[in-house]
């Protein structure tokens, strides 16, 4: 098996991409942005090497991975990658720098470049730039901001990006949020964020007391759906939006919670949606952080050891190993692509 490459290096080298073999639900191919953390240097384009392999833990993981299908890398030097959204056209990926202040762009045409500098941290008050990312139902892309402790919209062209946001929410109950995390709108406009403390020197910070998760409703109004979670992280909504789920990237607590969600917004029947607690360790680097649900309700969840892909009743289909921790991931493309940051 192919050992990942974990260096920061400039040299060229090229592998061809996997591809999925049938246009169904199932997805065959895989991008990884960056695996690397902690490097000097600036991002640069990767040596293109394979890595990892998907690992089946149930009967029908073959369905929706092929066993042949492997990660490639794509681009990597980065502090820590995370946030990844698919825009298209000559856009392409956007994804954050969280610790570099920084939402970079790949595209097929041209590898990655810096897109937009600050990208959360518009003051250089620190706590880290933007983290989460996502497009609202105009196109425009919304920003879980940590160092502004906000979520905000990104208000110039995308032809010309420059730093200049307009606050959606920066509080709640008149206390500033804590760093907001991740994000998903439903199809009525409301955006669902998590609020854990990744951007604050100590949880201690905390104006609330508490770790959130919200809902932005579309009239500009913000209710708490859970302040219990000890690090509500990822956040995604089932295709027919009747269920909720967030990630809690607590080593303790290693779960994926799901809630039943109403149409005004309002959630019950809380329940773990999947325990991985049991599974964290030095051997399976990562923890419950983003992720996304494909068109028949699977979850694709980063978690020890890579991607965990969970049916929806929470069974663990199989994990796409990365032999690295993985902190996000959007499908892009046709669909037939993940990305993973």
């Known amino acids: 098996m192919l050992q990942p490459y974990l260096g920061c290096s400039n040299r060229d080298f090229q592998v061809r991409r996997a591809r999925r073999k049938q246009l169904q639900t199932s997805w065959a191919a895989w991008l990884l942005l960056a695996l690397v953390w902690g490097c000097d240097s600036p991002p640069a384009e990767p040596e293109r090497l394979i890595i990892g392999e998907p690992v089946a833990a149930a009967t029908g993981f073959a369905e929706v991975v092929d066993a042949d299908a492997r990660v490639e890398v794509l681009a990597e030097g980065y502090a820590w990658s995370e946030g990844p959204v698919w825009v298209g056209g000559s856009i392409g990926l956007l994804y954050s720098d969280v ?195 494909d068109t028949e309700g699977r979850l694709f969840a980063t978690g020890p050891g890579g991607v965990w892909v969970l049916d929806s009743s929470g069974a663990h289909l199989g994990t796409i190993r990365t032999e690295g921790a993985t902190a996000n991931v959007a499908f892009g493309e046709d669909g037939s692509t993940l990305f993973l940051t």
């Open 99 to 293: 610790p570099g202040n920084t939402i970079h762009r790949w595209h097929e045409a041209d590898g990655a470049s810096v897109w937009l500098t600050p990208s959360g941290d518009t003051d250089g008050s620190g706590g880290g730039g933007s983290n989460g990312l996502t497009l609202d139902a105009a196109g425009r892309l919304i920003l879980a901001q940590h160092g502004d402790r906000r979520i905000a919209r990104l208000e110039a062209p995308w032809d010309n990006p420059a730093s200049r946001f307009e606050t959606l929410t920066d509080s709640y109950d008149d206390r500033p949020y804590n760093s907001p995390n991740d994000l998903v709108f439903g199809s009525d406009g409301s955006l669902y964020f998590t609020d854990p403390p990744y951007g604050l020197e100590s949880p201690s910070q905390s104006a609330l007391g508490f770790m959130g998760v919200y809902r932005l409703g579309p009239s500009g109004n913000v209710s708490l759906i859970d302040s219990t979670l000890t690090r509500p992280n990822g956040i995604a909504l089932s295709p027919d939006e009747s269920v909720l789920y967030v990630a809690n990237s607590d080593p303790e607590q290693a779960m994926w919670v799901a809630y039943d969600l109403s149409p005004d917004g309002t959630v019950s029947g809380k329940r773990v949606f999947a325990d991985a607690t049991a599974s964290v360790g030095q051997e399976n680097p990562g923890l419950p952080d983003g992720l996304k649900v």
